[in-house]
């Protein structure tokens, strides 16, 4: 097929009312969200100077998204989805402004370093509860917007918009955390959020997919036993899992910015973005040039570029040798992500897609909030740069001993 022929059907996805109305409103609240870290992390690396720190934050965040995933999973295949996700996105935004006072210069001149600490994880904390509704919503709902033929163009294009929200959110939070200060950078996060709010309520609600009258823990078996049926769809959840669990540097780079890099939060910001924007690139070039066969190796290849870069990252001292081996982390990731994203939307019956996405969530967040407190610790005990030489060389192992004890996800084609 001709790279004509893909841009003319991506067009007419793009033109669909309802679901351009849904990307814009997700760029901006994605956006919104992804500036978040940036600020966080270097506010709470700036009052506590301590790498474990940053692992709890993490830890905050994952303890209630895994716990709540499940049922959660099971609630969005019986809601309105519609009205789920209006709900998630206005507590998102009390959280937002909640965040903007406890980071403020007013709270360090009124109040302890560890009353703002803990009242970061406290909030981070409800995120993690409401996250674990939206994101299965999300994902459960953005099919029910575009026609089966246009499924894979709406994964690929979706995705890219929520990269592109990604890249620019880091970037912009660390140049206004930068040029002014965290209160004025959390203004921005309130007013994306806000608008991705009232541009969703333009959406009209959809069908309940799932009319099932079983209990929710009926419906949570449902959903895992559809996952562990699947095994190739169960090996690449796995394989992603264990490989951003031990392979992700991305909780420590506040630390890596300020003590071994020394660039400011701008540079930090350029830093989160870089990953995004290795994913960007390498989705938008398979939306052009989809994976035609032996998606499954790929897969396996990929999560060990993966590990590799993150080991020149951890040896880098060059901010820019740093960038690029972030860069080229996320054109590995991103190929894993339209892999891992396509199976699930293609094999994926609609009226389990919401419990199925909720056990795919407790992989993701398994990997990057508990990776997240992985690093933490580990930064803690083993000292920085080791730490993440030992992750990507665990991210490595990962990936031969799936190739040789998942021989269904090696084959796995679609």
């Not at 009232?198 to 209990?215: A, E, M, R």
């Not at 049926?229 to 796995?238: E, I, N, P, T, V």
């Not at 930064?379 to 080791?386: E, F, L």
Request: contains cysteine.
């Amino acid at each position: 097929m001709s790279k004509s022929w893909h841009i003319k059907n991506l067009f007419r996805v793009i033109i669909n009312p309802e679901f351009t109305r849904y990307i814009t409103a997700r760029i901006l609240f994605i956006a919104g969200l992804r500036m978040t870290p940036v600020l966080l992390g270097w506010r709470l690396y700036e009052i506590t100077g301590s790498k474990l720190a940053l692992g709890i934050l993490g830890l905050a965040e994952v303890i209630p998204a895994i716990s709540l995933a499940l049922p959660a999973g099971v609630k969005v295949d019986k809601s309105n989805k519609h009205r789920l996700l209006s709900l998630c996105m206005l507590l998102y935004f009390f959280i937002m402004a909640g965040l903007m006072l406890v980071t403020s210069e007013w709270m360090r001149q009124h109040y302890s370093r560890r009353t703002i600490e803990w009242s970061i994880y406290s909030l981070i904390f409800v995120t993690g509860a409401v996250r674990a509704f939206a994101g299965s919503a999300f994902n459960a709902f953005m099919p029910q917007l575009v026609p089966a033929e246009s499924l894979v163009k709406a994964v690929s294009y979706n995705s890219m918009v929520w990269l592109i929200a990604a890249v620019a959110g880091p970037a912009t939070a660390g140049l206004l955390m930068g040029y002014t200060n965290i209160t004025i950078a959390f203004i921005p996060v309130c007013i994306l959020v806000g608008l991705s709010f009232l541009l969703f309520q333009k959406i009209k609600p959809k069908p309940v997919s799932w009319q099932g009258t079983s209990k929710t823990w009926d419906g949570v078996k449902e959903g895992l036993r559809f996952v562990f049926h699947q095994k190739a769809l169960l090996g690449a959840m796995s394989l992603d899992m264990f490989a951003v669990l031990f392979g992700g540097a991305v909780a420590l780079l506040p630390a890596f910015a300020s003590d071994i890099l020394h660039v400011g939060p701008q540079g930090l910001g350029w830093l989160v973005a870089a990953t995004y924007l290795g994913n960007f690139i390498a989705i938008a070039w398979l939306t052009a040039h989809p994976l035609t066969g032996k998606q499954g190796k790929i897969l396996l290849y990929v999560v060990a570029g993966f590990g590799l870069c993150i080991l020149v990252f951890a040896i880098s001292k060059s901010f820019w040798l740093s960038f690029i081996a972030l860069l080229a982390s996320g054109l590995f990731d991103g190929v894993s992500v339209i892999s891992r994203g396509t199976g699930v939307q293609l094999f994926v019956p609609d009226e389990v897609r919401g419990r199925v996405c909720s056990v795919n969530s407790i992989f993701i967040n398994s990997s990057n909030e508990l990776g997240q407190f992985e690093s933490g610790v580990a930064a803690t005990a083993m000292g920085m740069v080791p730490s993440v030489i030992f992750g990507g060389c665990m991210t490595l192992l990962v990936s031969v001993i799936t190739w040789f004890k998942a021989p269904g996800l090696r084959k796995f084609e679609y």
